[in-house]
């Protein structure tokens, strides 16, 4: 890549005459100290550590403990990301927690977020949007903040994917892991930040990957929990499909929209899903292998929090620097996708 800084154009400018620009200031993740191997899930279901390896790229994920739920882990990274940005408890606005997972249907996982972290003062909400809740929330804090309706606007993406994993299929339960990030959203000066957000969704394939049971369509009973319905279910090949479709649209709408190219980005982190998916988007969007950024061996496919972490350990390894620009895409359940383009 050449060291020129490539030139753009901010679409948000048109639509906020103040100028008022919104900015990530501080990253954070927080994963679980237990670590699942393959070598330990040939001991539960019929795979291989070589089956797995060479259809999913994952060598292994991380397991919350029993006592461990997605409000802990959300509010462990929303704790390093608020110390990143120098921003503290009584700072914040408004928590936006992007979860498939919550503690329970409700209250929000989002005020359970707010009390762990000592944030009295700012409102919280929960957001379903599967695997692409992060970048969806993403957009929705820099609407606050660019309305002025909000200062300081805190983004988590957390799941706790093993307590609705089927243990029992050897299909799904390989590809998920638990944990959590977080990004912490100002207007900052002399920085551009959050470029653009695409966002979409295809609610015709919903049953592509879905949980039947837990909602007012099936709630809890002896009959469902005995059907398996309250874990997760996916028609892989399907969503492999889509999600390579959907990701390479979104990623080339959001660089058409500033006037960007896929060699301009410093770095690209997909949604942590699959190797395949993942190269397979990187070919067709012809990027370069060192422009990917990649941590699916090592977490899995742990949805809303997936390119949060690896946003979060993109920076802390020194990926991406100040005023680098920064692709992330994203797909999910819904079905639902989304790229977001970003000059750190």
């Known amino acids: 890549m050449s060291t020129t800084r490539p ?48 259809r999913t790229g994952i060598k292994e994920r991380r397991i919350a ?25 009584d700072q914040v606005d408004l928590i936006i927690v992007a979860t498939i997972t919550p503690d329970m249907v409700f209250p929000s996982t989002a005020c359970l977020v707010q009390q ?3 944030a009295n003062r700012a409102a919280a909400f929960d957001l379903e949007a599967a695997c692409s809740g992060f970048i969806y929330g993403l957009e929705i804090a820099q609407q606050f903040i660019m309305s002025r309706t909000y200062d300081t606007v ?20 390989v590809l998920f892991g638990d944990g959590a990030g977080c990004a912490v959203l100002q207007s ?24 039947p049971g837990g909602g007012s ?12 319905l309250h ?38 982190i997909p949604h942590q899903a699959n190797r395949r998916i993942i190269d397979a988007v990187g070919d067709r969007l012809n990027a370069r292998p060192d422009q990917l950024f990649i941590n699916l061996d090592r977490y899995g496919n742990t949805s809303a929090a997936s390119v949060a972490i690896a946003l979060d350990e993109a920076v802390s390894s020194g990926r991406i620097h100040r005023g680098d620009l920064v692709l992330l895409v994203v797909f999910g359940a819904g079905l639902t996708w989304g790229a977001a383009v970003i000059e750190w």
């Open 231 to 268: 874990f997760l279910r996916m028609e892989g090949k399907e969503t492999f499909k889509h999600a390579v479709q959907a990701m390479v649209s979104a990623a080339t709408e959001a660089l058409r929209r500033c006037d960007l190219k896929v060699s301009d980005m410093k770095c690209i």
């Open 217 to 228: 369509r099936c709630p809890a009973t002896t009959q469902s929990v005995n059907a398996r």
């Open 7 to 54: 030139k753009f154009k901010n679409p948000r400018a048109k639509h906020d005459f103040k100028g008022r620009t919104v900015s990530i200031t501080g990253v954070g993740a927080y994963v679980p100290a237990k670590a699942m191997t393959n070598f330990e899930l040939e001991k539960i279901v019929d795979t291989t550590d070589e089956w797995i390896t060479s």
């Open 116 to 118: 762990k972290i000592g």
């Open 188 to 211: 900052r000066s002399n920085s551009h930040g959050l470029l653009t957000a695409v966002m979409g969704a295809d609610g015709s394939k919903a049953e592509l990957l879905h949980m």
């Open 65 to 89: 403990a029993k006592d461990e739920f997605t409000s802990d882990m959300a509010a462990r990274a929303a704790q390093r990301a608020m110390k990143a940005a120098g921003v503290t408890a």
């Open 154 to 173: 805190i983004v988590i993406g957390a799941e706790k994917l093993s307590s609705v994993v089927d243990w029992t299929d050897r299909n799904t339960c």
